[in-house]
């Protein structure tokens, strides 16, 4: 299924910039970035909880956030872009 991660990391605030890194890597180990924090991940419902797990034990979540927009298998007409279009990878073909 496809699923987007979005995050806002207080990098500025102790400890933050470690924890921006280790989430961005998190997301890159699942994903492409298509945005900045912005993730597209071709997962399935395992590889879901387990990403979710970890980015839970990663955030504080007193100051970050981190939200998934499920997209589901037939998410091809819920993407549009406006300008110019970051995604590096065929969605179509990616494994």
Known sequence: ?????????????????????QVAKACANRGVPVQDSVY????NAEEYRQLRARLEQL????????RFYLLGNRYQNRIQTLGVDRVRWDRETFV
Not at 3 to 13: G, L, W
């Open 59 to 66: 955030i504080d979540p007193e100051r970050d956030s981190v």
């Open 1 to 21: 299924m496809m699923t987007v991660v979005v995050y806002d990391i207080a990098s500025s605030e102790p400890g933050g910039a470690k924890r921006l890194r």
């Open 40 to 43: 597209e991940c071709q997962i």
